[in-house]
Each structure stands twice: as C-alpha cells, then as structure tokens.
C-alpha cells in the first residue's frame, strides 16, 4: 500500500461512553457510513491522520514515476514508449488529486512538498528500489500497481468524501496499469531464453518489496484500530497481503515464473496461501532512509523542485501583471 | 519565497450533454492555465468536450452547521413527490 505506518496519535479507541458528545455524533455518523466533508466537525486526531495518510499517498504517487520514468526513453518499441509515458502521466495525476484532498484539510501544497523534501513526511518504501532492466517495468505494472490496487479499492469506500472521490478516479485507471505490466511479462516470458531470465530475475527482486507495500502485521497496532475505526483505513495489513498472494500466485504460474519462496504453498484450510514473510529488518531500513536509492529519489524531487522554482514564480508574476492590466 | 499558485475547481461537462460537473481542483497561475492544466489532470481519456474553472476564492459555500434549518422547508413537503399520491392500478401508468 501508498500510505505504510500512518501515526494516529490514538492512545487507543475510545468507547462511544468515552467520546465527547460532538465525537460520538461524529462516530455515529462514520458508522453510518455517511461521508465527512472538509468544513465539518472533525476529531484533530482524525485530520491530522488523513493529512499524514492521504500526504504519504501523494508522494508515492510523485515520487512513484521515477523508477518507470528511469525507462522512457530506453523503452524497447515505440508503442511500448507511448504506453508507460500515459501510464507515467497518470501517476502525476494521481498525486494531484490526492494533494487537493490533503489540502481541503487545512495544509498547503507548498507545506507538503517541504515535508516531503526535509524528510519528515515519507513515501511508500517500494520505490527506493531500482529499475534495472525492462522486464523491471512490468514487474512494477503488474506487481506494484497490482498491490496498490489491493488497496486502494476498499479506500474508494473510506469515511472522507474529497478521499474517497480521488480514490474513485484513481482506481478507475489503474486496471490499465496492472495490465500493461503484465502484458510486458507475458512477452518477456514467452520470449528468448534470455528474456524469460530476465523476467524471473524481475520477480526475484520485487516480490518481497511488493510484499512489503501492505506494511507489518498490524494485528496489535493501536494506530490501526483507530484508523479502522474511522474507516481511513479498511482491511488489516496482513488481510490485505494474504488477498495479494492468493491473486498473483496464479498469475505467476501462467507466466511460467517462479515465485521465490520455498515455503510458499497453497492451504486447504484457509484457503489461502502460506507464505515467507518478507525481512521486515530490511523494510525498516528502506524506511529510515538507507534502501538502495533513497537517496537519488529524494534528490531527483528537490532538485526538480529547485530548479522549476524560476518558472513557477516567472508565470505567477506574469499572471499577476496581466491581471493588474485587465482590472485597469 | 515561494508564492504558491492559486486553487481552481474544476468543471466538466461529459460527453451526453450533461451539466458541467465539478471533478476536482488545480492550482494555476491564472485562467488559462488552469484549463490547459484541467484538459491534462482531468480528461485524458475523453472525459469532457468543455471545461470550465473557477478561483476557489470566489466560491461562496452553505455552512455544513446550517444544514439543518436551510434544508428544512423541503423536509416537510412530502406531497412533492409522485409517491405521494395513490393511483388505482386501474388507471394504468400515471
Ligand atoms: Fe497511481
Ligand atoms: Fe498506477
């Protein structure tokens, strides 16, 4: 998931007995399932956590075109070149529907973007990785997007009405996504002997990482109950994984892959999978800051950042005049 | 330092000759922009066939705590409604 170990400041749910009057009228109402709007009565708790979450799925979404845009220009086909710059195109408008939802709680673009840049708000640990070869791409379509898909899907139904709308929009155009990714791996994997490698290779390295997306186990998470009690957050972690495996392990086997997990084998009792939980170790250093291209995504966002800072502000003065110009 | 741009709402009007409806908001520098900006954010498969844009600023809202007494005179005018009045199934379609 986009959003991975969003804070809620909760100390633990409150009982409706516990809530003030105006919380509880508030808890019935996410109860209800009725949709809360920006200029109504919040819980601060509530908006400091949607800030957070929806903030962090901005930045995933931005920070998210960087290892695919690493691919443009050595795309394979012309074709194949059209289709990742849409798909790419439509990262960029995922992150700017979810940063004018954050924005209806109070915060400004420009608040956001310094967090992001001073490091005190993150994105999701996935995209600290690199895109090494073009089987990589579709390991991503398919995998990555696949597992926000997992994700964002239920949050089309979360308590908060701007959220839930970029939700809506955002989840009607990954289907493309997931798609192009796998149609990349179907042609890798049916392809040389040399391009199958390479798509196994792929899957090799992105499996766990994608498996890390959903965050730890959050069965005991304070933050977690809060959120799923304010209906920010819908299904646990480990739900979320579990329906994950269950829908690309399949999908691997039609590819003819491997997926890289000697205990990964399918329970009748469950009806599910049993599978490796990924090095969560590695996931808390990705998260600190030390996977293996922290570093360069950060750096590529504050640098297009400081070197557009000309132009933003050329075309507000330009406007500004203009507008002066047209009031005289 | 930085002067951030302005928010714009975003309307659109689908293809079915449906009202504009609102899908979102931007920031842009001024008006044009903005709708060069809402043709690449909001209709990059053919969502609409006009747009329009609107500063934020210049939009006068109901307040959410008014809901009540603004909404209420309709509340009581159930007779408005077709389902109000009942017609012999004899009469056929009404
Ligand atoms: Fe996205
Ligand atoms: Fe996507």
Redesign the interface.
């Known amino acids: 998931m986009y959003a991975q170990m969003v804070k809620t400041d909760a100390k633990g749910v409150k009982t409706l007995e516990e809530m003030s009057p105006e919380e509880r009228a508030f808890q019935e109402r996410v109860d209800r399932g009725e949709k809360i ?1 920006p ?2 009565w919040m819980p601060e708790g509530y908006r400091k956590t949607l800030v957070r979450q929806i903030g962090q799925h901005a930045h995933s979404e931005i920070v998210g075109q960087l290892p695919e845009g690493n691919w443009i220009t050595r795309a394979p086909t012309l074709e194949r070149k059209a289709i990742l710059l ?1 798909k790419v ?2 990262e960029a ?1 995922h992150g ?2 979810l940063y ?1 939802a954050a ?1 209806t709680l109070g915060v ?3 608040e956001l973007m310094e967090k992001l840049h001073n490091g005190s708000m993150k994105y999701s640990s996935i995209f600290n990785y690199p895109t090494l070869n073009w089987a990589d791409i579709g390991a991503v379509g398919w995998l990555v997007d696949g597992a926000a898909i997992m994700n964002q899907v239920p949050l089309q139904r979360t308590s908060f009405g701007p959220y839930s ?2 939700m809506i ?1 955002i989840c009607k ?1 990954e289907s493309f996504h997931q798609r192009q990714g796998y149609d990349i791996m179907m042609k890798m994997a049916k392809g040389t002997p040399e391009q199958r490698a390479m798509a196994q290779d792929a899957l090799n390295r992105f499996w766990y990482p994608s498996l890390m997306m959903f965050g730890p186990s959050d069965k005991d998470s304070v933050h977690s109950a809060q959120s799923i009690a304010w209906k920010i957050k819908i299904n646990t972690n480990d739900e979320l994984r579990q329906k994950f495996v269950d829908q690309t392990v399949p999908q691997a086997e039609y590819l003819g892959l491997t997926i890289p997990d000697d205990n990964l084998r399918w329970n009748e009792e469950k009806g599910g999978y049993d599978f490796s939980e990924p090095d969560w170790s590695e996931f808390f250093e990705v998260i600190a800051g030390n996977g293996p291209c922290n570093k360069e995504r950060l750096g590529a966002r504050v640098k297009a950042w400081e070197d557009g ?1 000309w132009f ?2 050329g ?2 003065a ?2 500004e005049k ?2 002066k110009r047209q009031a005289a | 330092m ?4 302005p ?1 714009w709402e975003i309307f659109i009007r689908g293809q079915h000759g449906l009202n504009h409806r609102h899908v ?4 842009a ?2 008006a044009e ?1 903005a709708i060069r900006n809402a043709r ?2 909001y209709t ?2 053919n969502e609409g066939v006009s747009i329009w844009v609107v500063k934020s600023a210049d939009i006068t ?1 109901s ?2 705590s008014d809901k009540g007494p603004l909404f209420e005179p309709s509340n009581s005018k159930v007779y408005r409604h077709p389902t109000f009045f009942d017609i012999p199934e004899e009469v056929g379609h009404m």
């Open positions: 709007e200029k109504e849409a195109q439509d408008g700017l529907y004018c924005e400004s673009r420009d709308r970029a929009r155009e800072a933003r502000e075309l507000m330009h406007a203009h507008g | 930085s002067s951030q741009w928010l979102g908001s931007l920031h520098p001024d922009m690449d954010v990059r498969r809202a307040s959410p």
